[in-house]
């Protein structure tokens, strides 16, 4: 979805960014150079288990779509998995590739592409992860449809697609516009601050199922001064439970689990995730 269509008239975008200052409109955060650099300060690792129980029952060879800076690929490198990543974002790539650079026995490749319309050059991948609801960066469902059906061509006969979805409570999808979410607070000692990020509603669009949030980037010194401060405008798709399952079955997968947790815990009314396991057909058509 061009930012047009996602409610920003004003502005003409032909890379899919536009920045005004410190403001930057996106079709998704991380094509930004500068934001990319702060992705990794927030550090997540609670599905690395998951997946890398997946890949160890499924096979050596996995593919992650929308791989950024290869939280999830660099681990399965290391463990020894022959991993390919993809992304749009050159900048997510380069750090990427930074990582596995440091891992010598890393069997893995990256390649810039978009995830709706990759063609890569082997079809016989064991397992497919989408993680941390990088699906919803697709607005509209014909894209979300091709991305879908570009996954399961790439997989072999009883491969396995993981893919995360928010689940979208009822509170958060009624989250009145303007309203604010302190969402991370993270000290990075490493680099010197604390980076905080609050995220807000700027719109939502419930007939489509569109919300455009707008996260607020702080990175703070130790004396409390502001060393810099990004704001970024994207625009999210909210998916729900049988309309995830829809998808998956009319692109070709049969749902085998729907948990509400990164350790495979029961979907309920209150799980604030949706993790599917799709499968190929094992035989050919």
Not at 10 to 22: C, K, P, S, W
Not at 85 to 91: F, K, L, M, Q
Not at 96 to 120: G, N, W
Not at 151 to 180: C, E, K, N, Y
Request: net charge negative; proline share 5%.
């Amino acid at each position: 979805m061009s930012l047009a269509a996602a409610g920003y008239p004003d502005f003409v975008v032909h890379d899919g960014i536009n920045r005004t200052g410190a403001l930057v409109r996106a079709d998704q955060p991380w094509g930004d150079a500068q934001l990319a650099e702060l992705y990794d300060a927030f550090v997540f690792e609670g599905d690395l288990p998951l997946y890398l129980e997946l890949a160890g029952g499924q096979g050596q060879r996995v593919l992650e779509i929308a791989c950024g800076s290869g939280r999830v690929l660099v681990p399965l490198a290391r463990a020894g998995f022959d991993v390919v990543g993809i992304d749009i974002s050159p900048h997510m790539l380069a750090l990427a590739q930074a990582k596995l650079d440091a891992v010598p026995s890393a069997r893995a490749r990256l390649m810039q592409t978009d995830m709706r319309d990759f063609r890569l050059d082997r079809v016989d991948f064991d397992l497919a992860i989408c993680a941390v609801k990088s699906f919803a960066y697709l607005t509209e469902p014909d894209d979300q449809r091709r991305c879908l059906q570009a996954i399961l061509t790439h997989l072999r006969p009883g491969g396995v697609l993981a893919i995360d979805f928010m689940h979208p409570l009822p509170d958060w999808v009624a989250a009145p516009v303007g309203s604010m979410r302190d969402d991370l607070l993270q000290r990075v000692p490493d680099r010197g601050y604390t980076l905080s990020r609050v995220e807000s509603v700027v719109s939502t669009d419930l007939a489509r199922q569109v919300r455009i949030i707008r996260s607020a980037y702080e990175l703070i010194d130790d004396d409390g001064s502001i060393r810099a401060k990004h704001f970024v405008e994207w625009p999210y798709r909210w998916t729900y439970r049988f309309e995830a399952e829809h998808l998956l079955e009319r692109a070709g997968f049969r749902v085998e689990a729907v948990y509400g947790g990164y350790q495979r815990e029961p979907f309920t009314a209150t799980s604030t995730a949706m993790i599917f396991v799709g499968r190929k057909s094992a035989t050919r058509p």
